[in-house]
């Protein structure tokens, strides 16, 4: 059971690949796949070597035939010869022979249920009696028992992986594309292991969209628990992309499950160098990791959350907050020029011009707090949140110069909520409030708005223990969740393998927004950073964390996949010519895949899919359908532009 208010690891069984243990006591692994050809053994090799030399813990290779399995059989000993005793893993898609020959040679063995005898997924609608489906499962468990009994012998650990985007037709049939059929997909796979004794077991449930990812996560620890399996966990978020986006949304999903103490290694895929994730995840890994041994949280779960299926907390609209409405984004943008005792840079503070260069740039806060002091020109439409002594005293004077305009009251101020009629308030609270300050205020007025800030080791823990104290006691007000960091550009101090402040900022944010928004418990965001990032960096990564977690579409969505030995074009200048060409087309999610192993799967989520088909050649998608087959990769673009276009203008 999983423990909301106080963090603490997932027991689970340990795993042994090579000399590296996963699981149990031993500390989050972090690994990485490489992108060269598997028969490439020099490119292999260096490649491998880079992504240890960063902190990578195990290293995965695509293995698509034997040749390449065999292959691992060099690149394994060049690795040794070299002094690194880092295990490997080999990659198997749609060929159960060539994981027979990959547990010879590799450490570990990743096979997809999705196509490790299934066929390839075709979106085909198959009818099964029970007895078929027996059938298929037994056939199922005599192609997997000797591959299970090879890598007995040869003390190999195995991964079954799992993909949303690769689900057999046969599962999706029975189950549909659910966290359901995804989960039992592994499932079927894991009972066979467990009958045949073999317990050296990773197990890995990944989609590109972070909300199946997750709730598929929680999903399958039950359903283990349930059958006493407590194998390690590995996380990650496929297809991610690259850049920032990639890295926010690989934190929101694999942060939402780290700080509940599940994982035991993850990769997070981005669509650069290999060896650029390590860093990524191990920071990931570490900031979480801080929240060990924190002061107790003494909360109460209310009786009518469940962590396996979370709706969206009932909530009374206040404005455009709360109820049905997207949550909101709140930017500090102090109008006075900072004071000499702020770590703040120049860029903190803006003035009236810089404000409307960089709601030219970005997407406009929906609120913006400005202190004491009002901007001298306010912005038509523009929402504004001013401190609630000078609310009062402007209100007074009659000198209110917009109706936009809305007052925020610290706890110690709840008394004067009463005093000021306006539609809307805030009220910044912190869990350990006594309830009976709050409370009564709360029920009374329905018109405030919650801020719940936290400066707890374990801030979600206090946050989500707020929400929960306001459920348990039927409050509908709406929450809005503050998050505030230090972090500042220091070359001096800046590590080579060490995220910028700017990443390490983007990091921490989505990791600790990932479960509140799993858990529809966020109405809006409001971060902070007390150090010299600009703010419409601050700005803009609390609108990607809303993205990432599939609450709040306000830009292009690109789900590319990290590329790998099975990448059949130029992946990354691909997604550079495809960003730069659509980057205007707000909400719009283009897939650009390496290969047909996730593609179409994955991409089902997606508008438009762009798809290795074979050496040099793409094919387009339109949703999950194919529409255009095996086009020359320097006239893909075009034709994907083409595509768009024309369905635009229907």
Same mark, same amino acid.
């Given at each position: 059971?999983?423990?909301?208010?106080?963090?603490?690891?997932?027991?689970?069984?340990?795993?042994?690949?090579?000399?590296?243990?996963?699981?149990?006591?031993?500390?989050?692994?972090?690994?990485?796949?490489?992108?060269?050809?598997?028969?490439?053994?020099?490119?292999?090799?260096?490649?491998?070597?880079?992504?240890?030399?960063?902190?990578?813990?195990?290293?995965?290779?695509?293995?698509?035939?034997?040749?390449?399995?065999?292959?691992?059989?060099?690149?394994?000993?060049?690795?040794?010869?070299?002094?690194?005793?880092?295990?490997?893993?080999?990659?198997?898609?749609?060929?159960?022979?060539?994981?027979?020959?990959?547990?010879?040679?590799?450490?570990?063995?990743?096979?997809?249920?999705?196509?490790?005898?299934?066929?390839?997924?075709?979106?085909?609608?198959?009818?099964?009696?029970?007895?078929?489906?027996?059938?298929?499962?037994?056939?199922?468990?005599?192609?997997?028992?000797?591959?299970?009994?090879?890598?007995?012998?040869?003390?190999?650990?195995?991964?079954?992986?799992?993909?949303?985007?690769?689900?057999?037709?046969?599962?999706?049939?029975?189950?549909?594309?659910?966290?359901?059929?995804?989960?039992?997909?592994?499932?079927?796979?894991?009972?066979?292991?467990?009958?045949?004794?073999?317990?050296?077991?990773?197990?890995?449930?990944?989609? @590109?969209?972070?909300?199946?990812?997750?709730?598929?996560?929680?999903?399958?620890?039950?359903?283990?628990?349930?059958?006493?399996?407590?194998?390690?966990?590995?996380?990650?978020?496929?297809?991610?992309?690259?850049?920032?986006?990639?890295?926010?949304?690989?934190?929101?999903?694999?942060?939402?499950?780290?700080?509940?103490?599940?994982?035991?290694?993850?990769?997070?895929?981005?669509?650069?160098?290999?060896?650029?994730?390590?860093?990524?995840?191990?920071?990931?890994?570490?900031?979480?990791?801080?929240?060990?041994?924190?002061?107790?949280?003494?909360?109460?779960?209310?009786?009518?959350?469940?962590?396996?299926?979370?709706?969206?907390?009932?909530?009374?609209?206040?404005?455009?907050?709360?109820?049905?409405?997207?949550?909101?984004?709140?930017?500090?943008?102090?109008?006075?020029?900072?004071? #000499? #005792? @702020?770590?703040?840079?120049?860029?903190?503070?803006?003035?009236?011009?810089?404000?409307?260069?960089?709601?030219?740039?970005?997407?406009?806060?929906?609120?913006?707090?400005?202190?004491? #002091?009002?901007?001298?020109?306010?912005?038509?439409?523009?929402?504004?949140?001013?401190?609630?002594?000078?609310?009062?005293?402007?209100?007074?004077?009659?000198?209110?110069?917009?109706?936009?305009?809305?007052?925020?009251?610290?706890?110690?101020?709840?008394?004067?909520?009463?005093?000021?009629?306006?539609?809307?308030?805030?009220?910044?609270?912190?869990?350990?409030?006594?309830?009976?300050?709050?409370?009564?205020?709360?029920?009374?007025?329905?018109?405030?708005?919650?801020?719940?800030?936290?400066?707890?080791?374990?801030?979600?823990?206090?946050?989500?223990?707020?929400?929960?104290?306001?459920?348990?006691?039927?409050?509908?007000?709406?929450?809005?969740?503050?998050?505030?960091?230090?972090?500042?550009?220091?070359?001096?101090?800046?590590?080579?393998?060490?995220?910028?402040?700017?990443?390490?900022?983007?990091?921490?944010?989505?990791?600790?927004?990932?479960?509140?928004?799993?858990?529809?418990?966020?109405?809006?965001?409001?971060?902070?950073?007390?150090?010299?990032?600009?703010?419409?960096?601050?700005?803009?990564?609390?609108?990607?964390?809303?993205?990432?977690?599939?609450?709040?579409?306000?830009?292009?969505?690109?789900?590319?996949?990290?590329?790998?030995?099975?990448?059949?074009?130029?992946?990354?200048?691909?997604?550079?010519?495809?960003?730069?060409?659509?980057?205007?087309?707000?909400?719009?999610?283009?897939?650009?895949?390496?290969?047909?192993?996730?593609?179409?799967?994955?991409?089902?989520?997606?508008?438009?899919?762009?798809?290795?088909?074979?050496?040099?050649?793409?094919?387009?998608?339109?949703?999950?359908?194919?529409?255009?087959?095996?086009?020359?990769?320097?006239?893909?673009?075009?034709?994907?532009?083409?595509?768009?276009?024309?369905?635009?203008?229907?």
């Amino acid at each position: 059971m999983i423990n909301l208010f106080n963090y603490e690891r997932r027991k689970s069984t340990v795993t042994h690949v090579g000399a590296l243990d996963i699981g149990g006591d031993n500390p989050v692994r972090v690994q990485s796949m490489t992108t060269t050809r598997t028969d490439d053994t020099p490119s292999s090799v260096a490649q491998a070597e880079r992504i240890i030399e960063a902190g990578g813990e195990l290293v995965r290779l695509t293995t698509q035939g034997k040749k390449e399995a065999e292959n691992l059989k060099n690149i394994n000993a060049q690795l040794r010869a070299d002094g690194y005793k880092t295990p490997l893993c080999a990659d198997v898609h749609f060929n159960a022979n060539v994981a027979d020959v990959a547990a010879l040679y590799a450490e570990k063995v990743r096979i997809n249920p999705g196509n490790y005898v299934d066929p390839g997924r075709t979106f085909k609608i198959l009818e099964y009696t029970d007895e078929e489906y027996a059938l298929e499962l037994k056939r199922i468990e005599d192609r997997l028992t000797p591959f299970i009994n090879i890598c007995k012998e040869n003390h190999t650990a195995v991964r079954i992986g799992v993909n949303h985007g690769s689900l057999s037709d046969r599962i999706m049939s029975r189950y549909g594309d659910t966290p359901e059929g995804i989960v039992e997909s592994c499932m079927e796979f894991l009972r066979i292991f467990k009958k045949q004794n073999f317990n050296d077991i990773v197990i890995s449930i990944k989609a @590109s969209n972070t909300v199946v990812m997750v709730r598929s996560v929680r999903l399958l620890i039950a359903e283990m628990d349930k059958e006493d399996m407590h194998y390690p966990l590995h996380l990650g978020v496929t297809e991610a992309g690259e850049g920032e986006d990639g890295r926010i949304k690989s934190a929101v999903g694999i942060g939402a499950l780290l700080n509940d103490g599940i994982g035991d290694t993850i990769r997070v895929s981005l669509s650069e160098d290999p060896e650029c994730e390590i860093p990524v995840a191990s920071y990931l890994t570490r900031y979480v990791r801080r929240k060990q041994g924190h002061l107790i949280v003494p909360a109460e779960t209310y009786e009518g959350f469940d962590y396996l299926h979370p709706e969206r907390r009932e909530t009374e609209a206040v404005g455009n907050i709360g109820g049905d409405n997207v949550p909101v984004v709140i930017a500090t943008r102090p109008i006075k020029a900072a004071s #000499s #005792s @702020s770590t703040g840079s120049e860029s903190d503070t803006l003035s009236d011009d810089t404000s409307a260069t960089v709601a030219a740039q970005l997407p406009l806060p929906d609120y913006i707090y400005v202190n004491d #002091s009002l901007p001298e020109n306010i912005v038509k439409g523009q929402k504004y949140i001013l401190d609630y002594n000078v609310y009062i005293q402007l209100a007074s004077e009659g000198k209110l110069p917009s109706a936009d305009i809305y007052p925020i009251f610290p706890t110690e101020a709840i008394p004067f909520i009463g005093t000021i009629n306006t539609k809307l308030k805030f009220l910044v609270l912190k869990y350990g409030t006594p309830s009976e300050e709050f409370t009564a205020c709360l029920k009374h007025h329905p018109e405030v708005v919650v801020i719940s800030m936290s400066t707890h080791q374990n801030k979600l823990a206090e946050q989500r223990a707020l929400v929960h104290q306001m459920m348990i006691a039927g409050l509908k007000n709406p929450v809005v969740f503050a998050q505030m960091y230090q972090h500042s550009n220091d070359s001096a101090q800046q590590a080579s393998n060490t995220p910028s402040a700017k990443e390490r900022f983007q990091l921490e944010a989505a990791a600790d927004m990932g479960a509140l928004m799993i858990d529809g418990l966020t109405d809006g965001i409001w971060l902070m950073n007390n150090g010299n990032l600009p703010q419409e960096d601050v700005e803009q990564t609390a609108f990607a964390i809303l993205q990432a977690g599939r609450l709040r579409m306000v830009k292009t969505e690109y789900i590319s996949c990290p590329g790998c030995g099975r990448t059949l074009y130029d992946l990354r200048t691909t997604i550079a010519r495809i960003k730069e060409a659509t980057k205007g087309m707000k909400g719009l999610k283009i897939g650009i895949m390496g290969c047909i192993v996730n593609g179409p799967g994955e991409m089902a989520d997606a508008d438009y899919g762009y798809v290795g088909a074979g050496p040099k050649k793409v094919s387009l998608y339109r949703k999950k359908v194919c529409v255009e087959r095996n086009i020359p990769e320097e006239d893909a673009v075009e034709h994907l532009l083409a595509l768009i276009k024309s369905d635009q203008e229907k």
